[in-house]
């Protein structure tokens, strides 16, 4: 029971008796509108014998579909609804929910949906409940449309992705003189990456590092505001004795628009890269890899 009355449509009965005594199976109300669709009451006043309403008040919501409505052939409307009958005695609503399928799915082949044994037929006309009063009798309706997601996002985390291994061998390392050099472009789990070198440091590696990173190659393909989840490893390998150096831990990121690239500014000390005894630096060249672990994709 509850004091306001319902927010989208009330139906007032005048005679009960005589719409109970007529010929008539049910009897359906004006159309009213709610959540941008026409919707009616329709209401046994005996009964619905057909759904084992008899000696039952059966009140139902239907939809009203106009043939040139915007509806499409596989339309369907997801609905919370209750159905209301008023105590005029004591001024409140009796609020009936389905609480066990309080969303009903309307569509081409289900557009009506309520409640066959709504009230009881001794329930509804004994005076002292205020359901039927003086031959009149107050009904309605609230509803509250439950709109699909415009767009199904899924998020997937994919271990091992295909591809997932990015090698980069920089010949003529000594030569470089740019403060920094992008590998060429490699792709894995659909997504193009770089490897991005500064031979002589960056940041708080400038002067005594190499540093390396990860980085997007394409950031702006991105949809505004996507991160993209990645786990993997950074690896300077030796030539010579596969004895490789590697970040102590997998890197744990997520790139995005305005993060594109993430890694370590003091990846290796510049000394220990040229000693020719650990195998880094083989006839001025060097090879740096990063291997994807984990990466996530939405769709």
């Given amino acids: 029971m509850r004091s306001h009355p319902p927010s989208h449509y009330l139906f007032k009965i005048e005679s009960f008796s005589l719409l109970a005594e007529a010929k008539v199976e049910n009897f359906k ?100 409940n205020g359901y039927l009063v003086e031959d009149c009798c107050i009904f309605g309706a609230e509803l509250l449309i439950i709109e699909p997601p415009p767009e199904l996002g899924q998020l997937s985390m994919v271990k091992n992705p295909s591809g997932g291994k990015i090698t980069w061998k920089i010949e003529n390392f000594s030569s470089l003189h740019q403060n920094f050099c992008y590998s060429p472009v490699q792709s894995v789990g659909d997504i193009n990456w770089y490897l991005l070198v500064y031979p002589k440091g960056h940041l708080q590696g400038e002067g005594t590092h190499l540093s390396l990173f990860l980085e997007l190659a394409e950031p702006d ?60 630096m083989v006839k001025d060249s060097l090879i740096v890899e990063a291997k994807l672990l984990v990466i996530s994709t939405v769709k």
């Fill in 221 to 280: 393909k991105l949809p505004p505001n996507r991160e993209l989840y990645v786990k993997y490893d950074l690896r300077l390998r030796d030539q010579i004795k596969s004895n490789h150096f590697e970040s102590e831990t997998p890197i744990e990121k997520c790139f995005d628009r305005s993060t594109p690239s993430w890694g370590y500014p003091k990846f290796v000390r510049l000394k220990y890269l040229n000693d020719f005894s650990k195998g880094y």
């Fill in 29 to 128: 109300s004006d159309t009213f509108e709610a959540g941008g669709h026409q919707w009616r009451l329709v209401l046994y006043p005996n009964g619905n014998e057909k759904s084992n309403g008899s000696g039952h008040i059966s009140l139902y919501l239907e939809i009203v579909i106009q043939e040139t409505g915007d509806f499409s052939l596989d339309w369907e409307v997801n609905v919370d609804f209750k159905l209301f009958v008023f105590d005029q005695i004591r001024d409140q609503y009796l609020a009936i929910k389905d609480m066990e399928e309080p969303v009903r799915r309307f569509y081409g082949m289900k557009k009506e949906w309520g409640f066959s044994q709504l009230l009881s037929q001794e329930t509804f006309k004994n005076g002292e």
